[in-house]
């Protein structure tokens, strides 16, 4: 066999064409090849893409391969997933090959970590309660099996998520306590390792003098066993302490020296690192041109994928602008910052809910594979019963009868139950479907709508602070601000609206008076509007058994909306009532400023705004609100009748209750 230039395998002629042979042949390289991804894995790219197509290749022709292999293989992808940043597909990857777990050929090394990237991965999607206890897990069987190796990767990974979490008392003992293993039990970069997490909980802990004290134990070490990779860590970290403390001259020193070794490591990550800490030392010198100087090129020539890079970046570089007096700069560096926040909550809201509904369809596979496995049972006892019958009574096609006729009976009965529970599935999916996908418009609008406001507020409130404004010029500039927080507290009133929609449940029925409810929201929408005179005339108005928060809410919509969009100081709202054919109906008539008829559908959308917000103000979420309450009754509101300056006529209806 040979490597195409594409990575594939091809015959070679060299070989004789016998399948036992080619077969033996594949299973060697095959496992070549696996071991050569996870040794180039975080150093070659193009070789490891190179050997993972060469796997492939293998496995689409359908050779028998051991499962050891095939995990080793899988445990090697979800490592380069991760590499790829790609959380979301190692979780993939790990509930698609979970079953190797219970095949006992397979050694408990790759088991273990099989399981301890299954924690690092839940870690890497929020789900901390679950990686926390596959650690707790690994720690255990650690223990169990007096497995040193297994019991430091769990204490590693669990001190590591306390840290993030910024639990430093529990972290710290983890960490002492893989240091309380002989040498001979752990090697000296683990060591090193454990004691560079441990200096940095103490200094972010705010005990500066324990994290010095253990970075210059562990240079001291670092030179002793020859670990130079892992110095410029060190001597960074101890940087950072000494610029806290404003020693400049130590943090110099440092910084060349980790620099240095950086370079002559050809450490990007270091190299990198290094740049931040100068950047620091100058800022905290007061040369900010020199810093910002290193920030821009940095921002120039970074990767813009990496986001929490890019926030790290335009973050730091938006401070020292600030501290500079570059108003303008670090207005668009705070511009940057917030779009690449709500990146970086996107990206994690879409691949948790993503993950969510992995583990959703997971937990259903499992639950169809319980029953299915709880039916066959069934009926191997039913044909037990069945063939017991038949030798028993084999004279007797009566009885033989009947028991078919049971079993059918059964299978029918089994078939509709099956079926049954089919549909309810398939209603709840597409309940959650639409309500995920309701909620993702919802947020992808309201990130829009709040951050206009919040824009304003600090344009507004940077340029009046900056230009020292004063008199009518001022006046305008706090009239815009106090603007864009009615609007910020009208759009956030609105989502609290908005989020008493979401509960499922609805109170109990009951009678309402539907001529005393509207009289009563009328009241009310006239007390808020003093400078109108509101002529209000009802017709045949009922008692009706229903859920009064739904109806209260939608009539209240829809009269002040009649008000409210109504340039009249007299605004005439009418509503009548009348029923037929099962379901009541209510018309709200109007002389308000009309709804022009390629708008009549997109007006019950969220955020839906027909007019500008200095004539009207609102969020757009009122008719939305109101259509799903309508729908809570199983009913529906729609516009029957509406002309721009001609009012207009909606239309609520719903089934009558038996």
């Known amino acids: ?49 190179m050997y ?3 796997c492939e290749y293998i496995l689409q022709q359908n050779i028998p391969l051991p499962d050891s292999s095939l995990f080793d293989y899988a445990i090697q992808e979800i490592y380069y997933a991760h590499a790829k940043d790609e959380a979301l597909v190692a979780f993939q990857i790990i509930k698609a090959n979970e079953h190797f777990l219970e095949i006992e050929e397979i050694p408990q090394r790759l088991k273990n970590t099989f399981t301890y990237m299954k924690g690092f991965t839940l870690m890497a999607l929020g789900d901390l309660a679950s990686a926390q206890k596959i650690y707790y897990k690994i720690i255990d069987r650690g223990e ?4 040193t190796s297994i019991l430091v990767q769990g204490l590693y990974s669990l001190g590591q998520l306390l840290s993030d979490e910024e639990d430093f008392d529990d972290a710290i003992n983890y960490f002492n306590r893989i240091l309380s293993f002989d040498d001979s039990n752990i090697s000296a970069g683990t060591r090193s390792l454990v004691n560079l997490e441990l200096s940095d909980i103490y200094f972010r802990a705010k005990q500066p003098e324990k994290a010095l004290e253990l970075l210059d134990s562990t240079l001291v070490f670092l030179e002793e066993e020859q670990i130079m990779i892992l110095k410029p860590d060190f001597l960074l970290l101890k940087g950072e302490i000494a610029l806290e403390t404003k020693n400049h001259q130590l943090a110099w020193e440092l910084y060349e020296e980790a620099n240095a070794l950086a370079h002559k490591n050809q450490d990007p990550i270091n190299i990198r690192k290094s740049a931040l800490v100068k950047a620091q030392i100058l800022s905290s010198e007061g040369k900010y041109a ?19 890079r890019s926030l790290d970046l335009y973050s730091q ?42 583990e959703h369809e997971s937990e259903k596979k499992e639950n169809e594979n319980r029953i299915l496995a709880i039916q066959v049972d069934q009926k191997i006892s039913q044909n037990r019963l069945l063939y017991a019958l038949t030798a028993l009574f084999g004279l007797g096609i009566l009885v033989l009868f009947g028991a078919f006729y049971q079993k059918r009976r059964f299978n029918r009965k089994l078939r509709e139950e099956v079926s049954h529970q089919t549909l309810k599935l398939e209603h709840a999916n597409t309940q959650l479907i639409n309500t995920n996908q309701e909620l993702d418009e919802f947020n992808r609008i309201l990130s829009h709508d709040l951050k206009e406001p919040i824009r304003s507020l600090v344009g507004f409130s940077t340029l009046l602070k900056k230009k020292g404004m004063q008199g009518q010029e001022a006046k305008e500039y706090l009239g815009f601000i106090e603007r864009s927080g009615k609007q910020l507290y009208e759009t956030l009133s609105a989502v609290s609206a908005f989020q008493n929609t979401v509960p499922q449940g609805m109170t109990l029925a009951e009678n309402i008076n539907i001529a005393q409810m509207s009289e009563n929201i009328v009241r009310e929408v006239q007390g808020k509007n003093p400078d109108k005179e509101i002529k209000y005339s009802t017709k045949d108005l009922p008692i009706l058994h229903s859920y009064l928060p739904a109806l ?15 340039q009249s100081t ?37 955020f839906k705004r027909l007019n500008g917000r200095d004539k009207y103000g609102g969020a757009g979420l009122g008719l939305n609100i109101a259509m799903k309450m309508a729908k809570r009754i199983n009913g529906d509101i729609s516009i029957l009748q509406s002309e721009e300056d001609k009012g207009s006529i909606f239309q609520l209806s719903f089934p009558a209750r038996s």
């Open 1 to 49: 066999m040979i490597i195409s230039s594409h990575g594939l395998m091809a015959q070679d002629d060299s070989f004789p064409n016998d399948s036992l042979l080619e077969n033996t042949i594949n299973l060697d390289r095959f496992q070549e090849y696996v071991d050569s991804i996870e040794r180039y894995l975080y150093l070659d790219t193009d070789s490891v893409d």
């Open 52 to 54: 993972f197509d060469n």
């Open 144 to 147: 169990q099996q007096r497995d």
């Open 290 to 308: 020199e810093a910002l100087a290193i920030y821009e090129s940095m921002i120039e020539q970074h990767d813009t994928s990496d986001l929490d």
């Open 317 to 358: 570089a938006h401070a020292l602008y600030k501290k500079s007096g570059q108003y303008t700069k670090a207005y668009d560096c705070l511009l940057q910052t917030n779009s690449i926040q709500t990146r970086i909550y996107k990206k994690k809201k879409g691949q948790t809910t993503a993950y969510l509904k992995l």
């Open 552 to 566: 209260e809410a939608i009539f209240k919509e829809l009269i002040s909306n009649a008000v409210k969009f109504n």
């Open 570 to 606: 007299t605004p005439e709202i009418s509503v009548k009532y009348y029923q037929k054919t099962d379901s009541h109906y209510f018309e709200f008539q109007d002389n308000g400023i009309g709804i022009a008829p390629e708008y009549h559908e997109q007006v019950f959308g969220m």
